[in-house]
Structures are given as structure tokens and as C-alpha cells.
């Protein structure tokens, strides 16, 4: 596939609007079906393998409107029944199709907090595109309305055109919540509990605020501005911040309520406990979690090499293992960190991969090589103790399991050594079980999740939980989706109204 | 918010100082340890033991040794000096109870983590054993305070210009060949010293705990950076630890985890060079 430039698209944008501009509310939908799907505008591959830049660039005007316009403004809205935060996508897209970005931000925020996010690493294939009107018609998914890209361009042209505002703030309640954890649940519990007057506080363990949006995806899907926008606005708005403070070691959890005098609780801890695969090996030098890859890489900065302190392995051949974004990232932050070759290697098939569509085809693009239906079944290492090679399995597909999936059936004997001196474990993360070892009468299930009602509230009193640490490792809607639905019955609860009477349903 | 206090060189390569951090002087127990950056962008973060705390002032004392391009930006600093980022109490207590006869080992820098453990162990009511070693002289830190909690005290140099001529696993063996053998032994230093201190006592069956200090990065058991074999499991060090049976430890295989830098560190911080290869040295 050639590569085309923002510029390019941006003059083909330019010709196609010309022509519908004038009958934006008469096209039919037989016309609208024909309208191009609009690409992203993206890096040229060989350039951005070399920096961490964004790769995806974003929407021109012209082609966000052409995109709105291939919106059927479907009655019986699809999209929004499989938005996880049902965002009123056809009302926004039909603002964007008429030039008024501002009234478009204005409906996304109705329903999400973070759309500069969400448009960004939401699985939209798997989500509002999926069942969009348009992608059925032309029976293929990636021609549905490009719903995310729509929402990427509202959210930034709102941030860049400095429409941005600060919440209103209703009086103050004199009630205190305290938010742990700074991720997308914890962010959005922290500006709804805030906005209805609360005193806010977020605690948070690391050094620097976002959680994984910080330090798991990286700068060249997720830029940190975006993030450091977000905190902004929170700490404009009267969110205190403290940073460095992990709950349950530097304060105890109870001591939030019952010495600092915090209201309500909200715990958004996240899914950071990294899952490794259990074979020999997997303690050789030059095998990492991807967790701990990432971070080094994004929070520390490694990728600065000679401006951090913090040090990355230097390696030239890289076995990532897993299929999810995770993997993703940590193949394509490998190969932009110097390694050579960079295999993902995964027991399914493309079809399975639970990661982006986007991300997987800009993988591909930048040189990542797929090893489909194979496995690890050991990593090797020298007499020093380093990673120099791994042993894999084949496998096919077999019958599907419980989650519906093909279970990956190993082929006998098929073993080969792929030659790498680095492995990469990205196959899952469950529950960071700090907060529930230090209150060991909080309830959580077999896998270490805390267990909630309906209204996100934990067994415990005052204390509420969502995203990850709910969810095991989830989405960042689906945190941002629960802490909406927490803050809304802390709010209710610190109002004095039963938190059981007409739950919003976000 | 972690403003320096006090500032001390005990040594040649070691430094102590009491930082303010009222909550962490509060939650705190011996054994756990704090992990701090110079920077807070571009810093490293550098785990360190709380070697000592005080209520009435919110202070936390730390011991470091200079090793590298971060403890070395970190002796520069003086008293009222922000830590730009330091976060803990981290990782589990000791466990302190009333053993009977202890014997604690402390190699190097090592005395430093160790000193509250014995203080600990003491007011529990234990005899406290206590023996401490160091390449030379110089280096030998903390030994008045230890010297008062001990119920007996040796000191020994691997070059004998203080104390016994010998390494800490003589008086080691001698201490687990008397007839009243210890009850238990905790080792802290050097991971070689560690390692050879858990040989010495195996063959008497004597519980011998160590400390490990591991290379970490979250400090939370997010990364996983700082796992270790014990007994055929996969622990880290920075929430299950960093206490563990020293018997049980991998140590050849934690050894090589912490070297996993250390030929880009020996590119990157190449004056350091000298530190690191003294520090090598003095490793039992
Ligand atoms: C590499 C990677 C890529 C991903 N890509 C995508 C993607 O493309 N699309 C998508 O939708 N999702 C993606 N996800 C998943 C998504 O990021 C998570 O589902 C989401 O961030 C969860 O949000 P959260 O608020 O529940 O927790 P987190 O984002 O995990 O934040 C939890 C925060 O709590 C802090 N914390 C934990 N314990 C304590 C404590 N005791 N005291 C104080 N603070 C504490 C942590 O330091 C952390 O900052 C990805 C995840 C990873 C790791
Ligand atoms: S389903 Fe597709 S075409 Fe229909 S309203 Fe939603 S985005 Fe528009
Ligand atoms: S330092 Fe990251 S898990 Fe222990």
C-alpha cells in the first residue's frame, strides 16, 4: 500500500466537499453509501518506526465533514445501542456534517468525558462500528461510519481551538471524597463528584497521574498532552492531587474515613498485577512483563535514551507474546527502541487477536511479523543467564471454548527454536490485589476483583470501586463508563437521596 | 512536602539522611523501605530501606550508598532540599516475635536496613547476636548503634585493618557449631554474602532470613521487574518481600537479573565505572 500524505488526503477531501457541501440535507442515502470512506491520515511507516510521535494524525475539516455525511441518520440508531456510554453518535456526526464542531463536543460530553481518548484507542470495530447501518450495507466493517475518527476530530479541534471550558462548579457540599487511583475510572469519578460541589481528592501511586493512559499505551497512540489536558482541567476545577501516595501502604484505607474525615471512597485501582505464562525460562534475563517494558519505556522515559536515568534492555530480536493491545504496544515501542526483528507471536489467529483493528494494521505496516498458531513452550537462555532463544509449539484451531473463541489445539511435535534474545509477556493482567490484601474485608471474587452492586458500591460502607479493578483488565469506556455510574451514587449518597431510586444509566 | 533534614557521610560512597515524611514516619515498620526520585521526570526510582523513623519529627532516615548516576545526584543534595518524588512505606514488614537467640549479619551497607530489624528483635526480648563486615575499615558504618543493641558483637574486614581478618560466614559457622545453636539468623547485604551466609547455615538447620534488594520499578507489584525464584515460586520482591527464606532463594538467577544493566550503566555513567567495580569487590 503506498503511503499517502496528510495533503493528499486534504486536497481529495477538498474536491469531494465542493461537490456535496451545497446539498448536505438532501443527499439520499443511496448517495451517501457511495461516499468514500475517509482514511486516517497517518505517519509514513519508515518515519515513524524512528520517533514516538502519534501515528494516526487526525481527520482534516474537509474530510470529517465527508465522513459525517455518509451518516444515514438511521432511526433506529445501531451505534448508539452498542456504545458502551451511548453517546447520541448520530446527533453530533450530523453537527460535524454541518460545521458546528462546538455543538458536536457539546453532545459527545453528555455521555463521555474523554472523547479526546475514546476516539483514540476505543475497539470501535468491536463497538458502535460494528453494527453501523452503512458498514452493513457495504458489507464490510471497515467502510461503517469512521464513528471514533469522527469523535477524535471533535475532541481535538475543541482542544486546539482552545474551546476547551472548565466545568461548572455548584456550590461547596463541605463533604469530601477521596478517588484512588488516577486512571479513566478514577478521572471521571473525580470531575463528576467534583462538579456537584465535593471536595475531591485523588490519590494516586505513582509519580505521575493517568494510570495505564501514562504508563501503558504510548506517546505514538495516546500523546501525554492529552492526558496532561485532562489534569489540567481537574486541577483548575478544585481537585486536589496527591501524587506518590499508594492507599492501603501509605495511609490505610479506613484511616480515609475514619481519621482524615473523606466522605466516600472511590477505588479505581486498576488490573496491575502482571500475568506470566507459567514455563521455564520465564525468569532469564531479558524477559519482561509488558507492564514493565511500557513503563519503562512511557512513565520513565527510557525511549529518551541518554536523557533518562532509567535503562532499557537493548535488544535486537524481540518475541512478544499475546495478542491484545498490549502486545501491540510493547512490539511497536520495541521496534521503535532499535530491535531489528520484533515477532508477535500468537496461539490464534488474526480473526481472534482481542487487539485494535488499527493498531494491528499499523503493526503490520511498520515491519511487526506475525507468527500466528504458535506459542512459547519454553525460553532458552545461555550460560549467563540471558534470553537467547525460545522453543514454540504449533497449534490449529479446535472446537470453540466458553468465550466462544476457537480453543488453539497444540500440533504434536511441531517444536521450533525462533531466535530471540528478548521475550515480551503480554498476555493479560488481573487485579492489583494491594487494597484488597491490606482490607482483607472488602469482597472480591476468585479472580481478585472487587465485587460490586448495581451502583458500584463495594461490600464495603462509603466505599465504592470500578474500572479495572472491577472489571478485570477491561476498557478504558468501560472504566470511564463505571466511575460515571460510581461518582453518580456517591453523589446521591452524599446528597442524602437513596442511591436505589432511578439509576442513570450511562 | 520531602524536604531534607539532615545529611550525614558516614562513609567514603555512604551518605545518611533524614528526610521529612510525617505519613510514612507513621506507617512504617522495620523492614519496609521507600523508593525515591531525583528527578521527576527523567529520574530513575531508587528503592531504599527506611533504616529509621521518628514520629515527633515525621522523618524517615535512609543510608545509601553512592553506585551510580541517581545516588550520586541524590548525595549532592542538601539539607532543606525537596525529594521531588518519594513514596512508601513499601513491601512487607519484618516479622518480629520473641525467637530466642538472633544473629544478625550485616555486610556493608547492609547495616544500615538492619539496624532497626535488630533494635526490633531486641526490645522483643530476643538475644541479639550481631555481626558486621566490611571490605575495610572505612567502610564500616553504624557500628556504635549496633554495638548497643547487641547482646554480643563482632566486627570483621576482609583486609583486617579492623576487627577480625575474615569474612562474616566465619563467625557465622562458629556462632552455629556452639552447643546452643541460634534460633535464627538474618542476613542483609551483599547478595554474594547473602547467598554464602545461607550456605553457611544450611547444614545446620538454622532459619536464615535475607533481604533482597532487587532491581524494581513500580515498587507495587505492577511490573514485576523484581521477581525472584523461591522455593520453585515466582515471588516479588516488592510486595511479597523483601524478606524471604534464604535457603530457598535463587540467588545465582537474582544475581544475573540484577546485572541486566549493568553494560548499558557501565556505557552510560562511565565515570561511575570505579564505584561499581569497588562495590563488586566488596560483595562478601
Ligand atoms: C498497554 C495497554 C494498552 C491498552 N490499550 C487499550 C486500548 O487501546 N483501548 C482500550 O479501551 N483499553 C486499552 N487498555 C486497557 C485500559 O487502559 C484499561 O482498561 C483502563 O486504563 C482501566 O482504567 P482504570 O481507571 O480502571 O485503571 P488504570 O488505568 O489501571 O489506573 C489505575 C491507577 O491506580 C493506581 N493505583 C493502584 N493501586 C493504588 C493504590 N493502592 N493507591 C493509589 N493508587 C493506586 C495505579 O498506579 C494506576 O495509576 C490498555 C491497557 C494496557 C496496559
Ligand atoms: S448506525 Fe451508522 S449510519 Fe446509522 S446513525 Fe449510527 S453511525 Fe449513522
Ligand atoms: S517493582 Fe514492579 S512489581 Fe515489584
Redesign the interface.
Known sequence: MSHKTIEQFSEEAKILIADYVTRVDDLKAKERTKIPAQEMPAQDPSIRVMNLDEVALGYTMEQARIEAMRCLQCVKKNCVDDCPVKIDIPRFIDHVAHSDFEGAAGVIKEASLLPAICGRVCPQEVQCQQSCTVGKALKDVDKAVAIGRLERFVADWERMTGKISIPEIKPETGKKVAVVGSGPAGLVVAADCRRQGHQVTIFE????LGGVLRYGIPEFRLPNDIIDREIETLSAMGVEIK????VG????LMDLINKDGYDAVFLGTGA???V?M?IEG?????V??A??YL??ANL??AF?K??????I??SKKIAVLGGGNVAMDAARMAKRLGAEKVYVVYRRTEVEMPARKEEVLHAKEEGIEFLFLQNAKRILGDE???VNGIECLRYELGEPDSSGRRRPVELANSEFILDVDTVIVAIGNSS???ISQSNPEIKVNKWGNIIVDENQKTSMEKIFAGGDIVLGAATVILAMGEGRRAADSINKLLSGKSDTDNIIQN | MNKILFKEQLSKDVYLMRIAAP??AE?RAAGQFIIL?V???????IPLTIADADINEGSITIIYQVVG??TLALSKMNVGDEI???????GTATHIEKFGTVVCVGGGIGVAPLHPIAQALKNAGNKVITIIGARNKDLIILEEEMKSIADEFIVCTDDGSYGRKCLVTEPLKELCERDEKPNMVIAIGPPLMMKFCSETTRPFGVFTQVSLNTIM??G??????C???VGNK?KFVC?DGPEFDGHKV?F??MI??L???K???RD?HNCYLDALVDEKESKI
Open positions: 501511586a505513582f509519580h505521575k501524587t506518590n501516595f499508594v501502604k501509605t495511609r490505610k496491575g498485577l502482571p506470566f507459567n520465564e525468569n532469564l534475563v531479558g519482561f512483563s507492564n514493565e513503563t519503562r520513565m522515559r529518551e541518554g536523557k533518562a536515568d532509567t535503562p534492555y537493548p549467563k543467564g540471558k492489583n490485589p494491594l | 505519613m510514612i506507617e526520585q528527578d521527576e521526570d527523567y529520574g530513575e526510582r548516576k541517581s521531588p518524588a518519594l513514596v512508601g512505606p513499601l520499578v513500580d507495587t507489584g505492577m511490573c514485576g521487574g521477581r525472584v525464584n515466582v510486595v535463587d545465582d538467577n544475573n537479573r546485572n541486566s544493566y553494560e548499558i550503566e552510560v
